[in-house]
DNA sequence: CGTAAAATTGACGCTAATCAAGGTCCGTGG
DNA sequence: CCACGGACCTTGATTAGCGTCAATTTTACG
């Protein structure tokens, strides 16, 4: 992890259009709350934090993309979710002081800022609009963590897969001629982990996808190519094109 | 629902001492804080709100037990949660201007206050520690909503099961001769829609393990004898009892 | 070009979902 | 008081889905 530093102009406007954490807020507040946090960056592979750590520090990511990952009792690892720029690290769990219950890895190369818990405490008692804010990010993301719960608590491994790659494409997808691109490192384990499955029905679903032209691949990286399909997938009405099964 | 009405003292002291939407406030504001709520009642059966409603009222539980439950699009029930004397409904969703994502219905007859969401953030506005208190009950939630993730993600279906008990036995278990009982109604098909599962594998789950002497019965509510062989199960570490299983 | 990591594919067995049939418990009304 | 109906529970039979292991192939990268 590098040492902290400023942050430009350009990288301090980037952040406060894009995160909710300072809608509403004048610049003049944003610029304060800025100067309050440090610019920092992580190498592919490090990690923010990690699941047990004491949680002092919060974070909301410039740039690349971090991969949240809990690990079991019995040492299996839960992929919980992937952040990318303008998304926020450890906000709820800082401000609620309890250990952070997950591991925060840097996929790629990252830019952040970062704040001390007790700072971020302090502005939020100046600005309640920050501390707002910052409940409406927890808000959206608690809604779509209960979700989840309910996908992998009724559907199907396959539909579970389709959504988890939905899901990705809509954060994450680049729109190539072929189709959309998720131009991320993602191995089958990766979804698996991400599914409440293993690799081998990863791979087997995948393969009957690539071969009926619903998915390609350029490297190892996914190529959506007919999304209405994989929708149909997802929401259990492909039941048309397949042997019936009720 | 019936119509609002004042607390009376011994009500106000009681939500003040075991909520932690009042820790580290003075009586002074405290009291405040109640003037601004709503005493209510909300009968069996009846809902403090619905799934996809505008979320405009937030409330905390003062007697009583309430199910949070999430309908998914094809119309399956998934029971998210049991909340007792002292929880939050709405908490989060109310301070983030999003609709709530579940229904909270009232197994039992419970009474609660009740804040208009634009009043409690004027509220926090003026005691950036009520905040901060909100903050800690989402905090909490999250926490442990992750946690069961995990546990559906990775866990059997027995596991599953025999941690529901253990969590419901935890919150809401009474001490009698035979062991801990779960005073309060629960079919197979509530334990089935909390792990994800359905009525078929909880009775017979449940037959073996009364089979076992772990649980019993008195009416419809269950007994926990041994305690310490469910945490086992739950823990998969009763491969010693059964058939070697790896 | 060689090695290691990742992915594929087949075989097998178990878990859990589903369907069907019947039983138990309870309140209600004749 | 007893018979009836409905909600809930139990149990068996069957099968699809999924997890696991093993063997092999493909891909990335030094």
């Not at 350009?10 to 995160?19: F, G, L, R, S």
């Not at 919060?58 to 992929?79: C, E, F, M, P, S």
Request: include cysteine; charge should be positive.
């Amino acid at each position: 992890m590098l040492p902290y530093a400023r942050m430009n102009l350009a990288q301090q406007e980037k952040i406060t259009a894009q995160c909710v954490l300072f809608k509403d807020l004048s610049p003049e507040v944003c610029r304060i709350v800025l100067q309050n946090g440090r610019f920092m960056s992580v190498n592919q592979g490090e990690y923010f934090f990690h699941q047990g750590e004491t949680a002092d520090t919060l974070y909301v990511i410039l740039n690349g993309r971090v991969k949240l990952i809990q690990l079991t009792d019995a040492g299996q690892q839960v992929i919980v979710n992937y952040f990318g720029a303008g998304a926020g690290l450890g906000i709820i769990v800082a401000l609620s002081n309890i250990p952070y219950p997950l591991s925060a890895e840097a996929v790629e190369a990252c830019t952040a800022v970062a704040w001390n818990k007790d700072t971020m405490k302090q502005l939020m008692r100046q600005q309640p609009q920050l501390a707002f804010n910052g409940l409406e990010m927890i808000g959206h993301r608690f809604a779509q963590l209960q979700k989840r719960f309910q996908d992998i608590s009724t559907q199907r491994v396959e539909q579970r897969v389709a959504r988890a790659l939905l899901r990705l494409v809509r954060q994450f997808g680049k729109r190539i001629p072929q189709g959309v691109l998720l131009d991320m490192p993602l191995s089958r384990e990766d979804l698996a982990q991400m599914t409440g499955t293993n690799l081998y029905n990863v791979s087997r679903i995948m393969s009957k996808w690539e071969q009926a032209g619903i998915i390609g691949h350029d490297h190892r990286k996914v190529i959506l190519c007919k999304a209405h399909e994989l929708v149909l997938i997802a929401e259990d009405l492909d039941i048309l094109d397949r042997s019936p099964k009720k």
